[in-house]
């Protein structure tokens, strides 16, 4: 689970917010690894971020850590902030259930579309403005809970968290079961 506790409880969001943005790049890379071509995507960009970054370090340094930098770290902490209520309290086995949807028209015009979350989970490299169609492909197989109408509180993720954990469990025990029974 990436919001839970080493003692089981659901991590508060500032915790998660400054982890997620501390760790950021390294999660990248660690992810890449199952997708070599995204890696090098990413070494792209990031060598291309890196030049920009020079010139404007060479020729403004103020300005550089005002117009770019402090932009990037701020968009990586309101990217971490919104992560949370799209993962807090499920797990990460099941790509379609690993994220929660909420569908609010308003709330995908101004995130881009963050709403169809388990769809960017199911194929990454869906572009933003073709999400709510390729969700619609794969909506029957996003579980109910994973639907929200409004901001996921602190309380409803630590509920989450522990029926989905409670299902897991309860997964794991009748597998057992049946190879037993095998």
Known sequence: FATEEPDGSITPRWRYVL?????????????GRLRPDYVRKLAIVMALHALVLAALLASDPLG????????????MFVNAWFSYSHHAG???????????????????????NTGYHPAHHVKASVHWYELPSFHATIAARVPAHCYLAGELTHE????QLARTRAAEEAATASAATRRTAD
Not at 64 to 75: G, Q, T
Not at 90 to 112: E, H, M, P, Q, V
């Open 156 to 159: 409803a993720a630590a509920a």
């Open 19 to 31: 982890r997620t943005v501390a760790l950021a790049y390294g999660y990248m890379i660690r992810n």
């Open 64 to 75: 550089a850590l005002a117009c770019f930098v402090s932009v990037v770290v701020a968009n």
């Open 90 to 112: 499920l797990s990460l086995k099941d790509r379609c259930g690993a994220s929660y949807s909420n569908l609010s028209r308003l709330g995908n015009l101004i995130t881009f």
